[in-house]
């Protein structure tokens, strides 16, 4: 499921137990192991997306090099 931290960022929890804290090399709970599936990804991402372009926020934006 997702859901907006107070901050208005989403954020993922899993569906079975509500827990927000994944394994990012498996991509499943570490309560209860459920796998995150990878629409609940995606929609993840997009929706983090569209806070970001919201508040102007510029994610990995690239930096100048050597300086
Ligand atoms: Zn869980």
């Known amino acids: 499921m997702i859901f907006n931290n107070p901050g208005g960022?989403?954020?993922?929890?899993?569906?079975?137990?509500?827990?927000?804290w994944f394994d990012?090399?498996?991509?499943?709970?570490y309560e209860c192991g459920t796998p995150v599936?990878?629409?609940e990804?995606?929609?993840y991402l997009?929706?983090?997306q569209d806070f970001h372009a919201a508040k102007g926020i510029v994610v990995n934006a690239?930096?100048?090099?050597?300086?």
Request: aromatic fraction near 0%.
């Open 62 to 67: 690239p930096r100048g090099r050597g300086e």
């Open 41 to 43: 990804m995606d929609a």
């Open 37 to 39: 599936p990878q629409a």
């Open 24 to 29: 990012r090399q498996t991509n499943t709970c």
């Open 9 to 20: 960022a989403p954020e993922l929890a899993c569906e079975s137990c509500g827990c927000r």
């Open 46 to 48: 997009k929706a983090l």
